[in-house]
């Protein structure tokens, strides 16, 4: 049914393709041997992956043309608060800043609805609207939190927009072509760039809510081993 439908293209979305990009992402990155990479994917689509790499090496190398050291696939995790994650790419430009690059991937002309208004928040978190723009937001202060409870700071975070052409035949397979980061300059997409951050006392508040025992939680030995 369509519900169905629509939870399998979401899957889609980010198992498959958005998995499968963040892997080009990394090997690019890397310098790694694109070929090889590209024999992993999924053989349906690795000429479409194939397709999108001229948009996400041009991403890179001007990151790196203009000084800037990239990280990829940054595992981090704070033990005291029982998080974790992964930062798509961490970027350390030439004056030392350092800027959480989130990639997200969506069919083409979704991003529009980014400030779309959802069913409201709730708990700590019930003063910010509930937005997928705010979701990335949030998303992208938690991992500023994690790395910054470490000392180090971050001054940036950002959302890099990809997005494909997508179709599902009669048998209900998924298909995508034309995948790229989007380079427009309106006013939605500009809203990716630079995020405003979540205040930190909001973080804090929401950390508590969502793992009220997590001091208890370290007195215990098994999560040591």
Known sequence: D?????????????????????TLVQGIIEKSNMD?????????HREAFKSAIPSLRDWVRTKEAAGSTLYSE??????????????????VTPSGKKILHDFKTKVRGKFGDISKKLPNFKGPLSGIQ????????????????IIEEKGIKIDGLNVVPIEADVSI????????????I?????????????????PQKTIRRMIDYIAPNH???MKTDEYDR
């Open 36 to 44: 090889t990479i590209l024999d992993g994917l999924p053989q349906g």
């Open 2 to 22: 369509t519900a169905d439908k629509v939870q399998d293209l979401w899957d889609f979305l980010r198992d498959d393709m958005g998995t499968g990009l963040h």
């Open 74 to 91: 940054v595992r981090i995790g704070d033990k005291q608060d029982l998080l974790a994650g992964t930062v798509d790419v961490i970027e």
């Open 130 to 145: 509930n937005t997928l723009l705010n979701k990335y937001r949030i998303q992208l202060s938690l991992y500023k939190h």
């Open 182 to 198: 989007t380079t427009e300059t309106t006013p939605v997409y500009n809203k990716l760039k630079e995020l405003e951050s979540i």
């Open 169 to 180: 035949d009669n048998n209900g397979d998924i298909f995508f072509t034309n995948a790229a």
């Open 215 to 217: 001091e208890s939680m």
